[in-house]
């Protein structure tokens, strides 16, 4: 690991009263930065970090989101996080806590944990360039004109013959009235708006309509409704001569 510093690049050691950082490996590193390049701190005075490392180098690998959040910003950009694995250690929550704090490029070993901060400090901003460049293509403004996509074989819909002029008749006002109680075109059992007796005059006309027009098919019509099938334009109506014309007045009760 200490082939991998520089002379000069700042190390943080960071331990507690349970964990310290083996004595030789700590002398590698002094001899590759210097000794002035190499600070302690315990793990419960984190706050007190007011410079950033090239490198901070973990004893305790009980680290939750507040200390690896700390650690975070005390590194400075692309510097390197080593956490110290004990022999019986188990890693999983804390791989996951790495990550989700922030941290990248994660390798683990059977001796320790290396993780570092990205190439960009935490809460820094870069203005994107929106097509300055009057000359990049990405400026271009794409049109279906510009992309030629349209092949003039293809016959396209004309929008104006979508809707014949029966679509575009207006309704019948009439037609839309309904009960303001059943919501439908259908009168409520105290009907007082008029629609009961309107519905009443459009079934008599129809029935006078059915009656001045029907043809019977079986001839039986006339003998009444034992006689008639589902359909008969007589049904309902009272039994007559056969031969006779049936008109029925539209004062008469249904």
Sequence with gaps: MAANLSPNDSVLLITDSDHTIDKTFVDNIVNKVGESHVTHQQLNNLSSIVTQHDLIISSVQQLDDQHLNRLLSSLKPKGRLIIKKS?????????????????????????????????????SSVKLNFGDNKSSSTSKIWSLAAMEIIDDSVDLIDDNELLTEEDKTLPDPQSLKVCATTK??????????????????????????????????????????????????YLGMPAFKAGEKVVLDNSSDL
């Design 184 to 233: 439908q075109r259908k009168a409520c059992a105290n009907c007082s708006c008029g629609l009961a007796e309107e519905l009443e005059s459009e079934a008599l006309q129809k029935i006078k309509e059915n009656s001045q027009n029907a043809k019977s098919s079986c001839g039986n019509c006339y003998l009444g409704d034992a006689f008639r099938c589902a359909k008969c334009p």
């Design 87 to 123: 022999k019986d250690c188990t890693t999983g929550s804390l791989v996951t806590s790495l990550k989700l704090n922030g941290f990248v490029n994660l390798i683990e070993t059977n001796d320790d944990i290396t993780v570092s901060k990205p190439e960009y400090e935490v809460g």
